[in-house]
């Protein structure tokens, strides 16, 4: 499978505590995006990342949000001190060099805060 | 701030019917796609359309981009239940970020 892949898919944590996801892109796809998605709602921008160069954050993105891209391939998304308002679907996609219109998603990872 | 709105936010038709769902903003995009999603994944990509007036067909889905490109529809032939879910669209400047709608929520009853 090329696909984006996220890990975990489902994530039930406690109010307070530090959750990672974590997702790994189409290979030799420069660009990663990072979305949160309400029950609801479209997908909402947080973050992106050009090789591992991360280019724009949404003020969505607070302090207690963090994301790295390390050596330009997987790519990690950190919540610290989670809260109930941080319950969403965290949604992954990256964009490849030639086709810059077209960015193809992973499955997601269900966060649901205690 | 670039926003798309979507309309109608839900619909639910016969098995057979035809339907037309837009996508709408104030702002021009250089591009416009559109996705479909079912519960519990991530999103689809459907097509991506570039020029202003441009048609796209997919089977018995067809798209266009409007003229000034800020609007865009989707029309289903035909729907069959398999064509249930979110179908949301994404506009783009460039191959920076993607601004999404809110989605329309399509329901096929057989």
């Known amino acids: 499978d090329t696909g984006v892949s996220q890990d975990p898919r489902h994530k039930i944590t406690k109010r307070g505590q530090n959750v990672t996801f974590r997702c790994d892109p189409i290979s030799e796809h420069n660009r990663l995006y990072w979305y949160r998605q309400t029950l609801g709602q479209g997908p909402e921008f947080l973050t992106y990342f050009q090789n591992e160069a991360q280019l724009e954050k949404s003020r969505l993105l607070s302090d207690r949000f963090s994301a790295e891209r390390p050596k330009g391939s997987f790519s990690t998304l950190e919540i610290q001190r989670t809260e109930q308002g941080d319950s969403a679907m965290y949604l992954c996609?990256?964009?490849?060099?030639?086709?810059?219109?077209?960015?193809?998603f992973g499955p997601g990872t269900r966060l649901t805060v205690l | 701030t670039q926003l798309l709105e979507q309309s109608p936010q839900f619909l639910s038709i016969q098995e057979g019917e035809n339907l037309t769902v837009y996508c709408n903003s104030s702002?021009?995009?250089?591009?416009l796609q559109w996705y479909r999603q079912e519960p519990g994944e991530g999103p689809v990509l459907l097509v991506t359309v570039v020029t202003g007036g441009e048609v796209k067909k997919l089977k018995r889905l067809t798209f266009q981009f409007g003229d000034a490109r800020k609007d865009s529809s989707l029309h289903i032939t035909a729907a069959q239940p398999g064509d249930t879910g979110l179908y949301l669209c994404a506009g783009n400047n460039y191959g920076q970020n993607f601004v999404f709608g809110p989605g329309t929520r399509l329901s096929v009853l057989p």
């Open positions: 702002s021009v995009f250089s591009s």
């Open positions: 996609a990256s964009r490849g060099h030639e086709r810059i219109h077209e960015q193809f």
